[in-house]
């Protein structure tokens, strides 16, 4: 059964900081990782979306590597701004046939102006 | 394009009332996902559809739940009746194939009094 670890469960760095941000999962026969952005009362907003094959993928401020091997990734965000604060998801598919997501707990940064 | 759409996007509801949730998937999409998110706990898994049939239920807590997707258009899930631990919020998914990525609707918070 896939398990996704958010380490850590809350983050809070000054303005303009660079931090990263780590997700491990326990199967990794994964054929995709998903970062997810949540603001408090709203919906899942898709960051980046990591395909098997794939080692990065960059949009924007945010870079996230997927090492498959040791089962994990990390979200990498340059220049933190206030409006970054938010809870960050890490989900990855259980299997084939389904886009059936499992995700972590998440790691609910805060951007101190 | 729209997005993918959920109703009511919050509904507060006492003990033993009977709630029913709908979600508006992207147009064309025939695969369409139902997660919750309960208080201190990741989102999790609740069922999968594939135009109207249900593939996957396998995530659904127990028989207060019941989701429908007549048609195979919109889909709705009632909870009656419903328990405090039933609060959360429930967000909805929908996918072009099964193992492309789904998209996300902003969720419904629920609450049971």
């Known amino acids: 059964k896939q398990e996704v670890t958010q380490i850590p469960a809350a983050l809070s760095v000054p303005e303009g900081e660079n931090l990263v941000l780590n997700c491990s999962f326990t199967?990794?026969?994964?054929?995709?990782l998903q970062w997810f952005r949540q603001d408090p009362g709203k919906g899942l907003t898709s960051l980046l979306l990591?395909?098997?094959?794939?080692r990065e993928q960059t949009s924007g401020r945010l870079n996230a590597s997927l090492d498959k091997s040791s089962g994990r990734s990390t979200l990498y965000i340059a220049a933190s701004q206030p409006g970054d604060s938010a809870t960050y998801l890490c989900?990855?598919?259980?299997?084939?046939?389904?886009?059936?997501?499992?995700f972590g707990k998440g790691t609910k940064l805060s951007v101190i102006p | 394009e729209a997005g993918v759409t959920q109703f009511p996007s919050h509904s507060v509801i006492e003990k033993g009332q009977t709630v029913t949730l709908r979600c508006d998937p992207i147009?064309?999409?025939?695969?369409l996902y139902w997660y919750r998110r309960v208080m201190g706990k990741e989102i999790k898994f609740l069922l999968h559809?594939?135009?109207?049939?249900?593939?996957?239920e396998s995530g659904m807590p127990n028989n207060r739940f019941l989701a429908e997707r007549t048609g195979g258009t919109y889909s709705t899930l009632k909870v009656q009746p419903a328990e405090l631990e039933d609060s959360g919020v429930y967000f909805c998914?929908?996918?072009?194939?099964?193992?492309?990525?789904?998209?996300f609707g902003q969720g419904t918070r629920l609450t049971v009094v």
């Open positions: 998914a929908s996918s072009l194939f099964a193992d492309t990525e789904a998209f």
């Open positions: 199967d990794s026969a994964i054929y995709n």
């Open positions: 990591i395909q098997s094959s794939q």
């Open positions: 989900a990855v598919p259980t299997g084939a046939g389904s886009y059936q997501l499992t």
């Open positions: 147009s064309g999409h025939d695969n």
């Open positions: 559809f594939v135009k109207e049939s249900k593939q996957d």
